[in-house]
């Protein structure tokens, strides 16, 4: 396959390379090539809110990476998803909206040392992103791509879910897109008109109409090329075949945080031991690629109560009638969130800001079923909102074919564990608070209910998930150690960015789809401000007469 020069070429279609991918092919003037490894993602199933998560754990759509064993969990090996398809992790995730806190993008600027990502700086990128669905509002932008709504259907819990963690203590959040996420509400959702708003639906249906854009699926890209200092390409194997596409202007990489470190590894650029065991040509030593990585970790509590939840729809019957409502009307079960309603939670009270970050879905799982309970429920997940935990990304091989090692450390650090097992506790409190505590039943999971610390560290480590929000890979950074510069440039190279999760220096106490599509706005940005300065045209000479 023969894929013409371009100015840009995008290694990954996800929640930022489709971003960065739209809003550099604005331009007319200038060709981008998109490089995506998955299939595309148009499907109904992946139109419907629901039908994308049920993508999950299907090789076609997920890269299922499994991890070493993780030490922090007693050696526990997992499988970690990933979206592998157009719009990557935002084509089969959990569709909650959510930016974070000021104080977290404060830090980044502040302390971590990345001039221009403070709140104030990176809220106009959100707004860019954004159409808003409801009523007009200061807090939320309306012209972008990416359509964010209130869910379609909002159970009554939810509400005495925050309810009850008013009576705990925890504030009510008027405007939690406002930079400000202490205490708890109710989360808004991307979905547009009841169907996915993935960003290949968002930023890449109409963009692909655009003569100057070309997106091809199916290709694998292997490594950046790089001639004296400078990217100048992407190697891919397209259908079976090793292509190189020439990049002008710019390459991109934007594989996300499991594989933008491994593509940098196999073009050279990473730490120098871990390059020459594979035998791979040494091009720049950077020793933090693929270091810091961190996730949240996830540890749910179920309750079943006393009201019908959406545990009463999976019956054969209702699931027709609630894919009729869909197919008629893009209403009912099928375009249900699994998170309605979030809250943050301090577990020491002199910490400046929460520790621990609860989820709450209206549907309890079935361990032995493995699929929804027959009883209706509640479940609570829980996270350590910016874990202190760190893994690494490392290569198996040279192979771009070989996945990426993964060896996480999910609860490595005593905070972490003391924080999950202190939080664990506060769930309960929560649901034994009078708004509650008349709709609990019981307790359901974990089963038996862990009660001592070392119960309870005992059920953390055997039962925990992932949170799906790995980040930190590539560390954007004002130091010389990190992997990219606060323009996202890899340091040492012209000519190469990485735009995506993997650049996050510290996971924002949220969930990480809404940040990555800012980072895409807004490296994009960066690049169309760096070209108009090279690109300027130089000063006319003085005329003399
Ligand atoms: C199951 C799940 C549920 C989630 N739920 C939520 C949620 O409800 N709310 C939220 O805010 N966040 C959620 N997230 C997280 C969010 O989706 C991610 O943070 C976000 O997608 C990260 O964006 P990214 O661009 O960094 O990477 P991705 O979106 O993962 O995109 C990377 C893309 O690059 C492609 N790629 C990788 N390597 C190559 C290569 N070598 N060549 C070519 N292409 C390549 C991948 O196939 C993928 O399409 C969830 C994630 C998952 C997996």
Same mark, same amino acid.
């Given at each position: 396959?023969?894929?013409?020069?371009?100015?840009?070429?995008?290694?990954?279609?996800?929640?930022?390379?489709?971003?960065?991918?739209?809003?550099?092919?604005?331009?007319?003037?200038?060709? #981008?090539?998109?490089?995506?490894?998955?299939?595309?993602?148009?499907?109904?199933?992946?139109?419907?809110?629901?039908?994308?998560?049920?993508?999950?754990?299907?090789?076609?759509?997920?890269?299922?990476?499994?991890?070493?064993?993780?030490?922090?969990?007693?050696?526990?090996?997992?499988?970690?998803?990933?979206?592998?398809?157009?719009?990557?992790?935002?084509?089969?995730?959990?569709?909650?909206?959510?930016?974070?806190?000021?104080?977290?993008?404060?830090?980044?600027?502040?302390?971590?040392?990345?001039?221009?990502?403070?709140?104030?700086?990176?809220?106009?990128?959100?707004?860019?992103?954004?159409?808003?669905?409801?009523?007009?509002?200061?807090?939320?932008?309306?012209?972008?791509?990416?359509?964010?709504?209130?869910?379609?259907?909002?159970?009554?819990?939810?509400?005495?879910?925050?309810?009850?963690?008013?009576?705990?203590?925890?504030?009510?959040?008027?405007?939690?897109?406002?930079?400000?996420?202490?205490?708890?509400?109710?989360?808004?959702?991307?979905?547009?008109?009841?169907?996915?708003?993935?960003?290949?639906?968002?930023?890449?249906?109409?963009?692909?109409? @655009?003569?100057?854009?070309?997106?091809?699926?199916?290709?694998?890209?292997?490594?950046?090329?790089?001639?004296?200092?400078?990217?100048?390409?992407?190697?891919?194997?397209?259908?079976?075949?090793?292509?190189?596409?020439?990049?002008?202007?710019?390459?991109?990489?934007?594989?996300?945080?499991?594989?933008?470190?491994?593509?940098?590894? $196999?073009?050279?650029?990473?730490?120098?031991?871990?390059?020459?065991?594979?035998?791979?040509?040494?091009?720049?030593?950077?020793?933090?690629?693929?270091?810091?990585?961190?996730?949240?970790?996830?540890?749910?509590?179920?309750?079943?109560?006393?009201?019908?939840?959406?545990?009463?729809?999976?019956?054969?019957?209702?699931?027709?009638?609630?894919?009729?409502?869909?197919?008629?009307?893009?209403?009912?079960?099928?375009?249900?969130?699994?998170?309605?309603?979030?809250?943050?939670?301090?577990?020491?009270?002199?910490?400046?800001?929460?520790?621990?970050?609860?989820?709450?879905?209206?549907?309890?799982?079935?361990?032995?079923?493995?699929?929804?309970?027959?009883?209706?429920?509640?479940? #609570?997940?829980?996270?350590?909102?910016?874990?202190?935990? $760190?893994?690494?990304?490392?290569?198996?091989?040279?192979?771009?074919?070989?996945?990426?090692?993964?060896?996480?450390?999910?609860?490595?650090?005593?905070?972490?564990?003391?924080?999950?097992?202190?939080?664990?506790?506060? #769930?309960?409190?929560?649901?034994?608070?009078?708004?509650?505590?008349?709709?609990?039943?019981?307790?359901?999971?974990?089963?038996?209910?862990?009660?001592?610390?070392?119960?309870?560290?005992?059920?953390?480590?055997?039962?925990?998930?992932?949170?799906?929000?790995?980040?930190?890979?590539?560390?954007?950074?004002?130091?010389?150690?990190?992997?990219?510069?606060?323009?996202? @440039?890899?340091?040492?190279?012209?000519?190469?960015?990485?735009?995506?999760?993997?650049?996050?220096?510290?996971?924002?106490?949220?969930?990480?789809?809404?940040?990555?599509?800012?980072?895409?706005?807004?490296?994009?940005?960066?690049?169309?401000?760096?070209?108009?300065?090279?690109?300027?045209?130089?000063?006319?000479?003085? #005329?003399?007469?």
């Amino acid at each position: 396959m023969n894929i013409e020069p371009a100015d840009y070429v995008i290694i990954g279609a996800g929640a930022s390379g489709a971003v960065v991918a739209n809003r550099l092919s604005a331009d007319p003037a200038v060709r #981008v090539v998109l490089l995506e490894a998955g299939p595309r993602a148009d499907g109904f199933w992946n139109r419907m809110p629901s039908g994308g998560l049920t993508r999950m754990n299907k090789p076609d759509a997920d890269w299922m990476y499994k991890t070493e064993p993780d030490p922090s969990l007693g050696g526990r090996e997992m499988v970690w998803n990933a979206g592998r398809m157009l719009g990557g992790g935002s084509a089969i995730n959990g569709m909650v909206y959510i930016r974070g806190d000021r104080r977290d993008y404060d830090q980044w600027a502040g302390e971590l040392g990345c001039t221009g990502w403070s709140w104030n700086e990176v809220l106009p990128y959100f707004l860019k992103s954004e159409n808003w669905q409801g009523a007009p509002s200061q807090t939320h932008g309306s012209h972008g791509p990416l359509a964010v709504a209130e869910a379609r259907m909002q159970h009554p819990l939810a509400e005495t879910f925050i309810d009850a963690c008013e009576q705990f203590g925890l504030r009510r959040v008027p405007d939690y897109c406002a930079g400000d996420v202490d205490g708890a509400f109710r989360n808004l959702t991307t979905q547009d008109n009841g169907t996915r708003a993935s960003t290949a639906r968002a930023f890449l249906d109409e963009a692909e109409k @655009r003569p100057n854009l070309q997106v091809v699926t199916g290709a694998l890209a292997d490594r950046v090329v790089i001639e004296n200092g400078c990217a100048t390409g992407v190697v891919a194997l397209v259908g079976g075949e090793r292509v190189k596409i020439a990049a002008r202007r710019e390459v991109v990489v934007s594989g996300g945080t499991l594989h933008s470190p491994a593509i940098l590894m $196999r073009s050279g650029i990473g730490p120098a031991q871990e390059l020459a065991k594979h035998g791979i040509d040494l091009v720049r030593d950077l020793p933090e690629v693929g270091q810091n990585l961190h996730e949240h970790i996830s540890f749910s509590q179920s309750f079943e109560v006393d009201v019908p939840t959406w545990n009463n729809l999976f019956g054969k019957v209702s699931l027709a009638r609630e894919m009729l409502k869909y197919v008629f009307a893009r209403r009912g079960l099928m375009t249900m969130i699994p998170v309605e309603a979030m809250a943050y939670l301090r577990t020491r009270p002199e910490l400046d800001f929460p520790d621990v970050k609860l989820s709450l879905g209206l549907m309890m799982f079935d361990p032995v079923k493995s699929g929804p309970s027959d009883k209706p429920g509640m479940v #609570v997940f829980q996270n350590v909102a910016k874990p202190k935990s $760190r893994g690494e990304v490392r290569l198996r091989s040279a192979d771009p074919e070989d996945k990426p090692v993964i060896a996480p450390q999910l609860v490595g650090h005593p905070d972490d564990l003391a924080a999950m097992i202190a939080g664990a506790r506060m #769930v309960r409190e929560i649901f034994a608070q009078p708004a509650l505590a008349k709709h609990v039943v019981r307790q359901v999971m974990p089963d038996p209910i862990p009660q001592t610390d070392e119960e309870l560290t005992e059920s953390i480590k055997t039962r925990s998930g992932i949170g799906f929000h790995p980040v930190a890979t590539c560390r954007m950074g004002g130091d010389e150690a990190s992997v990219v510069d606060p323009r996202l @440039r890899v340091r040492g190279i012209e000519g190469l960015r990485v735009i995506d999760a993997s650049i996050m220096p510290i996971m924002p106490a949220a969930n990480t789809n809404a940040p990555s599509i800012m980072v895409g706005e807004k490296g994009a940005a960066m690049i169309l401000e760096d070209a108009r300065v090279l690109l300027k045209p130089a000063p006319a000479s003085p #005329v003399h007469r």
